[in-house]
């Protein structure tokens, strides 16, 4: 600088000269900073944003999108009314569940395989996986020993069994043609909203978003939940999932083109492990 302007001082602290010359010099040092991280997108392991996704794109296609989670509640009301198609019910946490199909308030039955008691608990076992959830009410009758049969708030214990309290202990196992009845609809839902948070567990309490006359305002999430609800494949999964591809494609029947060929051709499929003859 001196020498291209020689009445100039640039070893002056605080002058504007000093300070032209240090922005430039700052910015020669980002243009190389720059360029740097640039590189790093050209390669495949180490691309980030939009780099990532026209690679991936061109590999795997788009990111898995986010999903809604489905599943069951129960409603209770008068026998006869309908729920229809399209009526919504809200969670503590804000989140929005609408009914896929009209449900009915009906009654129904199932048999006891078994009916069993521990000091005041009683266990009723029946055949097939059938949905429940805590506090559905059931009415027992048919059993000779007199203690079983009432009206009774449920515990689920699987998709075949639940348990109740007795008024008072009694013989065990029950005996006689024992009936497990209750009267509820069975609320087939998915949120409204996409991603993990709209899962939910096992008997969460659902609030009716309208008044429905003839239906009790809240409704219970069933033994198996809200699931199913997925957030946007991260970049992370996408870029792994891109050189899991790249790595495998041209080998037959390894264990990369098989998780690709899956994940590929059946619908619904994120995620697929290979048991291979190497495995213990």
């Given at each position: 600088?001196?020498?291209?302007?020689?009445?100039?001082?640039?070893?002056?602290?605080?002058?504007?000269?000093?300070?032209?010359?240090?922005?430039n010099?700052?910015?020669?040092?980002?243009?190389?900073?720059?360029?740097?991280?640039l590189?790093?997108?050209?390669?495949?392991?180490?691309?980030?944003?939009?780099s990532?996704?026209?690679?991936?794109n061109?590999?795997?296609?788009?990111p898995?999108?986010a999903?809604?989670?489905?599943g069951i509640?129960?409603?209770?009301?008068?026998?006869?009314?309908d729920?229809?198609?399209?009526?919504?019910?809200?969670?503590?946490?804000?989140?929005?569940y609408?009914?896929?199909?009209?449900?009915?308030?009906?009654?129904?039955?199932?048999?006891?395989?078994?009916l069993?008691?521990?000091?005041?608990?009683?266990?009723?076992?029946?055949?097939?996986?059938f949905?429940?959830?805590?506090?559905?009410?059931?009415?027992?009758?048919?059993?000779?020993?007199?203690?079983?049969?009432?009206?009774?708030?449920?515990?689920?214990?699987?998709?075949a069994?639940?348990?109740y309290?007795?008024?008072n202990?009694?013989?065990?196992?029950a005996t006689?043609?024992?009936?497990?009845?209750?009267?509820?609809?069975?609320?087939?839902l998915?949120s409204?909203?996409?991603?993990?948070?709209?899962?939910q567990?096992?008997?969460?309490?659902?609030t009716?978003?309208?008044?429905l006359?003839?239906?009790?305002?809240?409704?219970?999430?069933?033994?198996?939940g809200?699931?199913?609800?997925?957030?946007?494949?991260?970049?992370?999964?996408?870029?792994?999932?891109?050189?899991?591809?790249?790595?495998?494609?041209l080998?037959?029947?390894s264990?990369?083109?098989?998780?690709?060929?899956?994940?590929?051709?059946?619908?619904?499929?994120?995620?697929?492990?290979?048991?291979?003859p190497?495995?213990?």
């Open positions: 600088i001196q020498e291209q302007i020689p009445e100039s001082d640039p070893f002056v602290e605080a002058n504007w000269i000093t300070a032209l010359s240090d922005s010099a700052n910015r020669q040092y980002d243009f190389f900073v720059q360029l740097a991280l590189r790093e997108q050209m390669f495949w392991d180490k691309a980030t944003g939009t990532l996704s026209r690679w991936a061109v590999w795997v296609g788009p898995n999108p999903t809604q989670s489905t509640a129960f409603a209770t009301g008068t026998v006869g009314t729920i229809l198609a399209g009526e919504q019910l809200t969670s503590a946490d804000g989140i929005t609408e009914l896929t199909a009209t449900a009915t308030v009906a009654t129904g039955s199932t048999n006891a395989l078994s069993t008691s521990s000091g005041t608990t009683a266990t009723f076992t029946f055949s097939g996986d949905p429940m959830s805590n506090n559905l009410i059931m009415t027992i009758s048919g059993a000779n020993e007199s203690a079983y049969n009432g009206t009774f708030p449920i515990s689920v214990i699987d998709g069994s639940f348990s309290t007795l008024p202990s009694t013989t065990s196992p006689g043609t024992i009936v497990a009845t209750t009267t509820a609809a069975g609320l087939f998915q409204v909203d996409f991603g993990e948070d709209t899962n567990d096992a008997n969460t309490t659902l009716f978003t309208n008044t006359a003839g239906i009790d305002s809240t409704a219970m999430v069933t033994q198996d809200l699931g199913g609800g997925s957030d946007i494949e991260n970049p992370t999964d996408y870029r792994n999932r891109m050189l899991e591809r790249v790595r495998g494609y080998a037959f029947f264990v990369d083109t098989i998780k690709t060929f899956i994940r590929d051709n059946v619908s619904g499929v994120t995620k697929v492990w290979v048991f291979t190497d495995d213990s």
